[in-house]
């Protein structure tokens, strides 16, 4: 157990290089190893979770080795960067996230023959790449994992994608690169900030926060520390992929095949909450107080913006996209309150919206697969031929637009208790997204599976066990979250309170 994080990260590289090496005329293999990798890293992040311990609180099962130094770094001193893994009450709900898409996506994957070893492969690498970033505890490591996530995405959208698949890949790999070169130049800001006030420059996620906690607003550094902060912002919003930097995230998800979305919209997307409050929120808190007002309104325009586009999308992956950026749009608002109730609805926020966008991308996938088209007006009246995947693709609307039982309530509860303490007025209007999304969505579900049935689409055959079992997994996921939230409550109160009280709510 004491290295647990640490091989959570390394079963699915096995289970990768496993698929490369099986025989290229064999699908059986490269998809046995991937299921068997994806199940027991995600039981194992179970395991972790079922272990820690929020009393004691800080990274429980840690894992740290030196992996390098760099000499004369500052002062004449070197600083070690560690292969450090382990796990807190921030990052434990966001790799069990990542446990459960990863898992669903690897089993909606049944339908890939074409070149599947290498499919396989290159999905165990993204799901090793996307826990290495939730389990780092070096900052140098944890730019290492965000930077891995590209290349699989980037195959993975060409190979197997769309008739624009190379466009999007392209695309996909341009904007998440302009934010890798923000966040390289902000975390070496911030390492050097550390050893300006700490007397000593590390990438040790821990140590680094301390130091600059107890250094303060170190005379002469405040505006240092505030262009790091915009520039950190600046690149989180590209990860996100908020406005205005939103662009890339409707035409990808309109050209990466179904089981890649679900980890791109469940997951791959919620890599920049996870940076907001972990390096923004965690490391300089007087920086998110003053610009808080800067980041509930771009939140406040993500929703509203998000909701009011998503009305004359036709495509259903674009709709989803502008989904999910109108549930980031929630998780800035409830972050800029910096309140322990807005952090954890925050926090709710991006699980919830993960697994339900995975659960969406799940159901347009196997629509799309049968009807050969996801465009809402070639639909209609699929509850007839297909009452399962009508079914759950109904339920996960209306969790996804908040309803009572299911993780995004809870999350939207806590994130307005959260923001309206704070930003009133900013707040009502996020509720008028709220209800725009209510009605977008269920405008698409009925223009999808209600009213008379194209001729064409009467004979299409309802969704197998095996399709539907993504689907049902995820949905257990989300209401098990919405009917217990202490699941993740518990967990992660006592650290996104220490988190509020650093930044002063």
């Given at each position: 157990m004491h290295a647990a994080v640490l091989w959570i990260v390394l079963i699915p590289l096995a289970a990768g290089l496993t698929s490369w090496l099986a025989p290229k005329n064999n699908s059986s293999i490269p998809r046995a190893a991937a299921l068997l990798g994806s199940l027991i890293s995600a039981a194992l992040v179970g395991v972790v979770y079922l272990g820690y311990d929020p009393a004691a609180g800080g990274v429980q099962f840690a894992f740290t080795k030196t992996w390098f130094t760099i000499g004369d770094a500052l002062a004449d001193i070197p600083v070690q960067v560690t292969l450090g893994f382990g796990a807190d009450g921030l990052s434990l709900p966001l790799l069990a996230l990542t446990g459960v898409v990863g898992f669903a996506a690897a089993w909606a994957s049944k339908g890939v023959r074409t070149r599947a070893n290498e499919y396989y492969g290159w999905l165990m690498i993204l799901l090793a790449a996307l826990y290495g970033v939730f389990a780092a505890t070096d900052l140098f490591l944890l730019f290492f994992f965000l930077e891995l996530t590209l290349v699989p995405m980037y195959f993975l959208i060409g190979i197997w994608g769309g008739e624009e698949r190379k466009k999007a890949a392209?695309?996909?790999?341009?904007?998440?690169?302009?934010s890798s070169i923000g966040l390289v130049v902000a975390f070496f800001g911030i390492a050097y900030l550390s050893g300006k006030v700490g007397g000593g420059m590390t990438f040790d996620i821990t140590s680094l926060t301390q130091q600059l906690h107890s250094g303060g607003a170190a005379a002469g550094l405040a505006p240092v520390a505030g262009a790091l902060f915009l520039l950190l912002f600046a690149a989180i919003?590209?990860?996100?992929?908020?406005?205005?930097?939103?662009?890339?995230?409707?035409?990808?998800?309109?050209?990466?095949?179904?089981?890649?979305?679900?980890?791109?919209?469940?997951?791959?997307?919620?890599?920049?909450?996870?940076?907001?409050?972990?390096?923004?929120?965690?490391?300089?808190?007087?920086?998110?107080?003053?610009?808080?007002?800067?980041?509930?309104?771009?939140?406040?325009?993500?929703?509203?913006w998000a909701g009011l586009i998503a009305f004359v999308q036709g495509d259903w992956r674009r709709l989803l996209a502008y989904t999910t950026i109108s549930h980031m749009g929630v998780f800035l608002l409830a972050a800029a309150s910096m309140t322990p109730a807005g952090l954890q609805g925050a926090l709710f926020v991006a699980v919830s919206s993960g697994l339900l966008t995975a659960l969406l991308f799940a159901g347009v996938g196997i629509i799309g697969e049968?009807?050969?088209?996801?465009?809402?007006?070639?639909?209609?009246?699929?509850?007839?031929?297909?009452?399962?995947?009508?079914?759950?693709?109904?339920?996960?609307?209306?969790?996804?637009?908040?309803?009572?039982?299911?993780?995004?309530?809870?999350?939207?509860?806590?994130?307005?208790?959260?923001?309206?303490?704070?930003?009133?007025?900013?707040?009502?209007?996020?509720?008028?997204?709220?209800?725009?999304?209510?009605?977008?969505?269920?405008?698409?579900?009925?223009r999808t599976t209600f009213g008379p049935t194209p001729a064409t689409k009467e004979g299409l055959r309802d969704g197998t066990p095996g399709e539907v079992l993504p689907m049902v997994l995820l949905l257990i996921a989300v209401i098990g979250v919405g009917v217990f939230p202490a699941v993740i409550g518990q967990t992660a109160g006592g650290t996104l309170a220490a988190l509020a009280a650093g930044i002063g709510g």
């Open positions: 392209t695309k996909f790999l341009i904007y998440r690169g302009m919003l590209v990860e996100e992929a908020l406005v205005p930097f939103h662009t890339w995230l409707p035409f990808v998800h309109s050209q990466a095949p179904a089981a890649v979305n679900m980890l791109l919209g469940g997951v791959v997307v919620k890599t920049g909450a996870y940076l907001f409050l972990r390096v923004a929120g965690g490391m300089m808190p007087a920086m998110v107080a003053r610009y808080a007002l800067l980041v509930a309104v771009v939140g406040v325009i993500n929703i509203l049968r009807a050969g088209t996801v465009e809402m007006a070639a639909l209609g009246g699929l509850s007839k031929p297909m009452p399962y995947v009508s079914g759950l693709l109904l339920t996960g609307a209306l969790g996804s637009l908040g309803l009572p039982g299911m993780g995004q309530f809870v999350g939207e509860i806590l994130s307005f208790s959260g923001s309206f303490s704070v930003f009133p007025r900013l707040s009502a209007f996020g509720i008028i997204g709220i209800l725009l999304a209510a009605v977008y969505l269920l405008w698409a579900i009925q």
